[in-house]
């Protein structure tokens, strides 16, 4: 675990700051047994994400519908891994996936996603959370813009940008029934967002995120000088983003229902100790605090 005694990432403060990242986005340089092409490579570097398509088969993709819809209403869950939509008992997130259902677990590991996020942080990797995200078709409510390393660092006490989110698309993902979208280049600058973090923060963050977002001149500036971009994929696509890439996502109203599964990746060494800018750290099925071993990244088939 990194020493915390600096932090090159001060935010929750009085006011709102643009500060340099002084952390890699690619930690190793790429060579020809990289698991990614140089295009990619670079493509990650300058923008902060990476859109990966047919990355399973169909029968992969449909077992893991079958277990998505099973894990929505197939109940069992406790009840403090479940986020339901605002103002609806709609489910949006099941967090703890990989310890909800074999399966899941299995994809967490696997080398077509794992192994090239491995290759992206130069380390061995843990998770440090996971979740299943439905977005459902008529009522899905947005996601709106924020750096997950900004609420990772305040919060949970991630020291570093060494951290990468790999969302697998379930369904469909079209430019109409919200998207993720992305504000590409926006990772080479950390946000330090005004105002103290409220006690238990996170039980309304999930739901609607207002505290540790940037302001919407910061954002305003932000996609004058990146542009927007989204990333939509058959389902099976994987999108791979850098923890501090700018993102969000619109509602949904169409009759076509959103999901994905969710896996952040950090890295070994990167593990996180106490928040930066709250007064405790996040509970458990947010923020993985006791990693007892790498993730040992497996080939073949899901099943």
């Known amino acids: 675990m ?12 009085p ?3 643009w500060l340099k990242r002084n952390d890699p986005t690619v930690w190793q340089g790429w060579s020809e047994k990289a698991p990614i092409t140089r295009q990619q490579a670079e493509f990650f570097d300058a923008n902060g994400y990476l859109v990966l398509e047919g990355m399973f088969s169909d029968a992969e993709v449909a077992a893991l519908q079958a277990e998505s819809s099973a894990l929505r209403t197939g109940g069992g869950i406790a009840p403090e891994n479940v986020i339901t939509e605002p103002n609806s008992d709609e489910v949006r997130t099941v967090f703890r996936l990989d310890e909800q259902n074999a399966l899941f677990a299995r994809l967490a590991a696997d080398e077509r996603v794992a192994g090239k996020v491995r290759f992206l942080l130069d380390d061995d990797l843990y998770l440090h959370q996971s979740r299943l995200n439905y ?14 390393f900004e609420t990772w660092h305040a919060e949970d006490g991630m020291p570093r940008m060494r951290a990468i989110s790999a969302s697998v698309l379930l369904t469909d ?3 109409l029934n919200g998207p993720l979208m992305l504000i590409p280049g926006s990772h080479k600058t950390f ?11 996170h039980a ?45 996502s619109n509602g949904n109203i169409t009759p076509f229902p959103r999901s994905n599964a969710f896996f952040v990746y950090n890295a070994w060494t990167n593990r996180v100790g106490q928040p930066f800018a709250a007064k405790a750290p996040r509970p458990a099925f947010l923020s993985s605090r006791d990693p007892q071993a790498p993730i040992a990244i497996s080939g073949g088939a899901l099943a």
């Open 2 to 13: 990194l020493d915390q005694t600096h932090d090159d990432y001060p935010t929750r403060l």
């Open 15 to 17: 006011r709102e700051r």
């Open 135 to 148: 977005k459902p078709g008529f009522t899905g409510k947005e996601f709106y813009w924020h750096s997950d």
């Open 173 to 175: 993902n079209s430019p």
């Open 191 to 201: 946000v330090s967002c005004a105002g103290e973090t409220p006690d238990d923060n």
């Open 204 to 248: 309304t963050s999930l739901k609607k995120q207002e505290i540790g977002v940037p302001s919407p001149e910061s954002l305003s500036k932000m996609a004058e000088q990146h542009g927007i971009d989204y990333a939509s994929g058959r389902a099976g696509t994987v999108i791979l983003f850098d923890c501090n890439t700018l993102h969000g």
